[in-house]
């Protein structure tokens, strides 16, 4: 694949006739207004990942069905992926973004008023969680397809670690919001999660540059085979091809969902409080968090093979680990193990999207990564439900271990064990 020369004005450059180079990062109003606006979405939707099981734990007292509300979230965010990576190559991106806000906005504050009168069923927040997640599944590639526009090539690699952490800081902050405003009321994570949209939302408004490429005088119409476009990428890519084999595998075992499902459920066992549980979860959001912090560091000094290899083998260590720990906030820091590796394998992965996939399929191919990623993890969401109210937290761990193994073999590939940076990819 070749990678398709951004038109200049699009991309921030230091005030004067550019002869500098690009602006510090940290300059570029436009990205940080996109990346602020993110992070509030991203609030509002890790704050929902620990409320909404925590009201069907409340309604149902069934973990099973606290699995499967988290299972149908993220299929939803699976399916509408491809769909709002569609849109991103063909309609205006800071639209798409703002009408999701905007509707996630409205159907937080309806599920509210509607929780306040006490009327809430299981089907009704199922619903509430399906729709808020098929308006984030469309807003997500978007979003990153946008980057492409803000960001001068040469500040690719920065604004992903950046995005990570970004990620890694709403679910930190989210699941320790979501349960102490659980505490004062069932409708009080839900108040909190509209006004993140709110805000979010108003920084969208502040971004002047355009979005993506201007568009080419009969460009490519929209088509169902089009739509596709990003599965074809991904098939042909020699590195992000087996690269995805392995996530899939590990996001069977590793979702961030099914993992916080089973910390949730290990801990109302184990008679932990609302807040308990809330903090247990940000501690694995914090080794996220504290991964990110470190990514650009990490990938100057550490080989992307080195990367994944030791996230990869890892992972089932630690969910033995899980197995035989007692108590509760201890599942939060082996958790953080091993979620302080993801943000550098993240990096590295949207790197090489960023650096050989044009404009004009940039949404596409990140739906395609999207759907791909989320592929595995409704499985294995439903699957922790199921062994949890079964056989314990025991298992649950034990099986874990044995997938995310199975996941690691998919590194030991030449092609895996011999990655080359992102930087490599884009100059050949």
Request: aromatic share 8%.
């Amino acid at each position: 694949m070749t990678m398709e020369r951004p038109q200049p004005y699009l991309h921030p450059e230091r005030p004067g006739n550019g002869a500098e180079g690009p602006a510090p990062l940290i300059r570029n109003q436009d990205f940080q207004a996109l990346w602020t606006s993110r992070f509030f979405a991203g609030l509002g939707k890790e704050s929902g990942e620990v409320a909404y099981p925590l009201l069907i734990l409340l309604l149902a007292g069934s973990a099973s069905q606290a699995g499967v509300i988290g299972a149908a979230q993220v299929a939803t965010t699976m399916i509408m992926a491809v769909v709002g990576g569609t849109l991103a190559d063909h309609v205006d991106r800071r639209a798409i973004l703002l009408v999701c806000d905007i509707g996630r906005l409205l159907l937080l504050v309806a599920f509210a008023s509607i929780l306040l009168n006490g009327e809430a069923d299981v089907p009704l927040v199922i619903g509430v969680a399906v729709t808020s997640s098929a308006l984030m599944g469309i807003s997500n590639p978007v979003a990153m397809a946008a980057i492409k526009q803000l960001v001068p090539p040469s500040q690719i690699a920065s604004a992903s670690a950046q995005n990570q952490i970004r990620f890694f800081s709403t679910t930190a902050l989210g699941a320790p919001l979501a349960g102490s405003l659980f505490g004062l009321g069932r409708a009080f994570p839900f108040l909190a999660e509209a006004v993140c949209y709110l805000l979010s939302t108003a920084l969208l408004l502040r971004i002047r540059r355009p979005m993506q490429a201007p568009r080419r005088v009969g460009g490519e119409r929209w088509t169902l085979r089009g739509t596709v476009t990003g599965f074809a990428l991904l098939t042909r890519h020699p590195i992000l091809r087996p690269m995805m084999c392995w996530i899939i595998g590990f996001n069977l075992a590793f979702t961030q969902t099914g993992v916080f499902l089973a910390i949730i459920a290990t801990a109302n066992e184990r008679g932990a409080s609302n807040l308990l549980v809330g903090v247990t979860v940000s501690l694995a959001g914090m080794g996220g968090l504290a991964g990110a912090l470190v990514a650009g560091p990490v990938l100057r000094a550490v080989s992307p093979s080195r990367i994944f290899l030791f996230t990869a083998w890892s992972a089932p260590v630690c969910a033995l680990v899980l197995a035989v720990t007692p108590g509760v906030l201890p599942l939060g820091v082996i958790v953080a193990f091993v979620f302080a590796a993801v943000p550098c394998v993240n990096a590295v992965f949207y790197g090489y999207v960023a650096a050989t996939v044009p404009d004009h399929h940039q949404g596409r191919a990140l739906g395609a990564v999207t759907f791909m990623a989320l592929l595995s993890q409704p499985i294995g969401i439903v699957g922790v439900g199921l062994v949890f109210d079964l056989a314990g937290p025991i298992p649950v761990f034990v099986t874990m271990a044995v997938v995310s193994v199975s996941a690691a073999l998919f590194t030991l590939g030449t092609t895996m064990r011999t990655l080359p940076r992102p930087e490599e990819v884009a100059v050949l």
